[in-house]
Every structure is written in C-alpha cells, then in structure tokens.
C-alpha cells in the first residue's frame, strides 16, 4: 500500500502570513516556558529572598517577568501597561530610576498575589 501526498499551491502571501502566525505561537510558548520557570523559581524562595531576587533583575528581565506575571494575575494597572508599552515602542530606553523601583515593586507584590498563585499551579 502506497500513500500519496497532494499539495496544495496557496499564494505566497498565504503562506508567509500562516508562517508569520506559526512563529508567532512558538515564540509565545517559549517566552511563556522561560518566565513560568522564572516565576516558580521565586515563588519557591521565602520572602526575603524573592525580594533581594526580583530588586537585583536587570531592565529586561524585570519588564518579561512583570508582564508574564501582570497576565497571569489579571489585574487593571494601567501604570503596568504604560511600562510594557514603553519598552516594546522603544526597548534600548532605560527607565528612569522611580520606574524601575515601582515596577519592582509591582512584581514583588503580584508575585505575592494568590491569583497568580493559584494561577501557577493550574498551569
């Protein structure tokens, strides 16, 4: 028994716009991997050392924590939103020394947050 395989000819346009969205998903899936492990690795910390963690994050870091984290936790800040906005518009722009320290701040609280929790432990 001999199995045939047909093909289908799409426009290119097609193709590389289902390509585009395949990428996309793989490379959500992946960032959403890396910042889980991220996240259980300081909820599997006490306190103290979560917060001397999440306060030593570099800028990078801290903002795909704190928007990984902000999803899972489904809360409303709209001072989250602008920080993430900020940094995908303009990601080489270092914030300023008040940003910073709140969105740590921010991070270290949500990250205490029993919706996220509970959220962690579902996924």
Known sequence: M???TKTMEVPVAIADRVQALIDGYIAKE?????RKEVVNNFLAMDGLSC?????????DELISTLSYVYELSGTNSRFVKNIITQTRDNPK????DSQRSSAK??????????????AMKES
């Open 2 to 4: 001999t199995h045939e």
């Open 105 to 118: 701040s921010l991070l270290f609280n949500l990250l205490n947050d029993p919706s996220v929790i509970s």
């Open 51 to 59: 917060e001397m963690a999440v306060y030593s994050l570099p800028q």
């Open 30 to 34: 992946k960032f959403n991997a890396e």
């Open 93 to 96: 722009k270092v914030l300023t």
